[in-house]
Nanobody, 125 residues
Framework: QVQLVESGGGLVQAGGSLRLSCVAS????????MGWFRQAPGKGREFVAA???????YYADSVKGRFTISRDNAKNTVFLQMNSLKPEDTAVYYC???????????????????WGQGTQVTVSS
């Protein structure tokens, strides 16, 4: 079992930066692919970024060049550095473990069992 706890969300002006963290319980963190997803009001949950066990990274087109995902296996933590934030980045951001990544899946698919509680990111214009 893996439990995930996100932090780092908040209110920021457009063009600003935030760094999200997701700490996982358990001793098998390094075995999991990890992903960040987000859900804006009235919309479905969408993929943002993912990182494999070997630290290969994947990004949604909408965040490429602005967001960076990384992991620290010694601290059981995955990070999402978000720069040049836009109002359309406003959403609840969720951490996910055991995401399915290419080439195993044609696109990044979240693991169904392991989600954090989410952290709110609000970008004002």
């Amino acid at each position: 079992q893996v439990q995930l706890v996100e932090s780092g969300g908040g209110l920021v002006q457009a063009g600003g930066s935030l760094r999200l963290s997701c700490v996982a319980s358990g001793r098998t963190f390094s075995r999991y692919t990890m992903g960040w997803f987000r859900q804006a009001p009235g919309k479905g949950r969408e993929f943002v970024a993912a990182i494999s066990r070997s630290s290969s990274t994947y990004y949604a087109d909408s965040v490429k060049g602005r967001f960076t995902i990384s992991r620290d296996n010694a601290k059981n933590t995955v990070f999402l550095q978000m720069n040049s934030l836009k109002p359309e980045d406003t959403a609840v951001y969720y951490c996910n473990a055991d995401s399915c990544l290419p080439p195993s899946c044609s696109k990044v698919v979240p693991g169904s069992n392991y989600w954090g509680q989410g952290t709110q990111v609000t970008v004002s214009s």
